[in-house]
């Protein structure tokens, strides 16, 4: 698909892009997915296109749906096919599309829900990576998507790369999405009899007195006691699982009786910030598993908006803001598919191509530094990483 650029200010060619099967002989970009927005208004560029590669090349490729039925057979080295679709008034049912691709062999993929619209490609450095929560009023400015049901939302995961790449990756660590959080569980379970004897002291990653929450202090003799009182049928019963023995300060009655506090907590860990003297550990429940991020997919404004708006509130502001303003005056209820990629602190020549930059010739001696950051990050700088990594796989 095509789509209209924020912060760019150039017009590319989106691949209408979701995973599939390995056994199939198309591939399809993550782009390719359910509740996807094509980009149809020949005012905000021409109509859409859809891309792919098969396993092995040079395969024929069957397109059939509401979109139209197209064949196409891919490159007999590389295995890239393209398509351009027919202009969206010969489109059946653009509201709630279904579009099918099939190679030779292997199984259909198939994407539903499917829009005509508009597609904005967000990208740029940290002004379009400026989240709604940060905003004015975000809280209003969120609860106005509920004007806006056509709206579809898509982030790419951050990633980088030396050579154009067809499809995005799948590193959710590199999301910016804002993981809902996962509900508190019942308290664990208290450690069976002898576990600190016998087991010794698990070490706790949690700084001094524990992030917690502590749900209590006792006064230990040290930290083998202060382990004992944790487990006990007293604070057990509370969700203890973990203590942190703080020997009392230097100089005190108490430091030289060998006593000090136990502060006692849950499950809870903090970041590892170790402080001189101090003994953690327990009986440790490994926290449960993160929820994956929603990246690489379209998003309703159901799904942006659940878990307090966790997703919306961590999508860029000026594209939201932007999109949701030109709805409003101009496209009304037109289907409008947002899609962030973008990199803060990154620099314009990382989001040019190869091609761009050779088309700009050489710049001046001195004009741009070497990018001096040899840091995983600072390589993000580099010519046309950001490009090859975000950019490419979604332009045709």
């Known amino acids: 698909m095509t789509f209209g650029v924020l912060a760019l200010g150039v017009s590319l060619t989106l691949v209408a892009l979701a995973p599939v099967p390995s056994s199939a002989t198309v591939l399809l970009p993550k782009w390719f997915s359910n509740g996807m927005v094509l980009q149809t208004s020949e005012e905000n560029g021409p109509p859409a296109f859809l891309a792919g590669i098969t396993e092995p090349a040079g395969e024929l490729v069957n397109i059939q749906g509401d979109a139209g039925e197209y064949s196409v057979t891919s490159e007999s080295e590389s295995g890239h096919w393209k398509v351009k679709l027919d202009a969206s008034n010969q489109w059946k049912n653009p509201d709630n599309m279904t579009i099918t691709v099939k190679g030779e062999t292997g199984a259909?993929?198939?994407?539903?829900?499917?829009?005509?619209?508009?597609?904005?490609f967000c990208s740029g450095q940290s002004n379009m990576l400026f989240s709604l929560h940060q905003a004015l009023n975000y809280t209003a400015e969120a609860s106005t998507l509920a004007s806006y049901p056509n709206f579809r939302f898509f982030m790419t995961n951050r990633a980088l790369n030396s050579s154009a790449q067809w499809d995005l990756t799948t590193d959710d660590a590199n999301c910016?999405?804002?993981?809902?959080?996962?509900?508190?569980?019942?308290?664990?379970?208290p450690a069976p009899p002898g576990t600190c004897a016998t087991n010794g002291f698990l070490k706790d990653t949690a700084f001094g007195k524990g992030t917690g929450p502590v749900i209590g202090t006792a006064l230990a003799t040290d930290a083998a006691d202060c382990c004992t009182q944790c487990f006990n049928a007293t604070w057990a019963a509370k969700g203890c699982s973990f203590f942190t023995f703080a020997p009392a300060a230097r100089g005190s009655a108490a430091a030289a009786a060998g006593g000090g506090t136990c502060y006692l907590k849950n499950n809870a860990h903090g970041p590892a910030l170790p402080r001189p003297g101090y003994v953690s550990g327990g009986h440790a429940t490994p926290p449960p598993p993160s929820p994956p991020k929603p990246c690489n997919k379209w998003l309703t404004p159901a799904e942006a908006s659940a878990d307090d708006s966790a997703f919306l509130l961590s999508f860029s502001a000026?594209?939201?803001?932007?999109?949701?303003d030109i709805a409003r005056q101009h496209t009304h209820g037109r289907p409008m598919g947002l899609i962030q990629s973008a990199w803060g602190g990154s620099r314009l020549e990382s989001w040019m191509s190869a091609q761009a930059l050779a088309g700009v010739g050489a710049p001046a001696a001195g004009n741009i530094p070497?990018?001096?950051n040899k840091s995983p990050n600072g390589a993000a700088n580099d010519e046309s990483a950001l490009y090859n990594g975000m950019v490419a796989p979604c332009a045709c």
Do not use: E, I
């Open 108 to 120: 259909a993929v198939v994407a539903s829900g499917v829009q005509a619209g508009d597609v904005f």
């Open 370 to 372: 070497p990018n001096n």
């Open 176 to 189: 910016d999405a804002a993981t809902p959080p996962t509900p508190p569980g019942p308290p664990p379970p």
């Open 318 to 324: 000026v594209c939201f803001m932007t999109v949701r």
